[in-house]
C-alpha cells in the first residue's frame, strides 16, 4: 500500500465519520436549529464523498441542491418558526421504547443484508443492454463541465438572489406580524386600565 491509498482511505474515514456524527448529530440533538445544521454536515460530507470517489458531477449536484438549497431552506423555516427550541421535559415513555426497537431491528437487517449480499455477482444493467459508444457518458461530461465551467457563475448568482428573496420576505412577514400585534396591544391597551370593564 503507497501513501496515496494511505491518504484516499484516510481522507474517506474522515468523511464516513462526518456523515456519521452528522446524522447523529441530526437525529439526537433537542435544538432543531442545530440538528438542521447538523444535517448540513451530513449533505455536505456526502458530497465530499461523492469528490472522493471521482464522481465529480454528482458532487456538484449534491452541494449545489442538498446543501446550497434544501438545507438552506430548511434551516430558514426552522428559524422562522415560534416553537420553542426543544422540549423541556427528557422523561421517555413506551414511545420511546418502542422506535428504538424498531430502528435497531430494522439496523440488524440491514447489516446482515448488507453483509450477505455476494456484490461482485449483481448486475444491474444486463450485458446487451450497454452501449458501447459512450455517448450517455460524454453527454453528463459535457454538462458537468458547462456546468462547472461556464454557468458556474449565472448558477451561483442565482443561488445569491434566491437567499435575498427568500430574507427579504422573511422580513417583511417578521415585521407585518409586529405589527399586526403592536396595532392590537395599542388597541385593547386603554381597556385594560379603565374601570367601565
Known sequence: ???SELIHDF??????????????G??????TVNSAFSLGLVFTCISLLYFVLNADFV??????????????????????????AGSETTARGIGYIITAGTCTIL??????????????????????GISTSGTLGSNVQ??????????????????????????GAINLARNEDAFIV?????ASAPYKNSTFF
Open 182 to 186: 403592536n396595532k392590537k396591544s395599542a
Open 11 to 24: 481522507v474517506l474515514a474522515l468523511v464516513e465519520l462526518g456523515i456519521l456524527l452528522g446524522s447523529l
Open 142 to 167: 459535457q454538462l458537468g463541465y458547462k456546468l462547472l465551467g461556464e454557468f458556474v457563475i449565472p448558477f451561483e448568482l442565482l443561488s445569491i438572489l434566491l437567499l435575498a428573496a427568500l430574507v
Open 26 to 31: 441530526a437525529v439526537l440533538l433537542v435544538n
Open 107 to 128: 439496523f440488524s437487517i440491514l447489516s446482515f443484508v448488507i453483509h450477505n449480499t455476494k456484490w461482485s455477482d449483481l448486475s444491474l444493467i444486463p450485458q446487451s
Open 59 to 84: 458532487a456538484a449536484a449534491q452541494l449545489l441542491v442538498y446543501v446550497g438549497a434544501i438545507n438552506v431552506l430548511t434551516v430558514f423555516a426552522v428559524m422562522i418558526t415560534d416553537e420553542p
Open 1 to 3: 500500500m503507497n501513501i
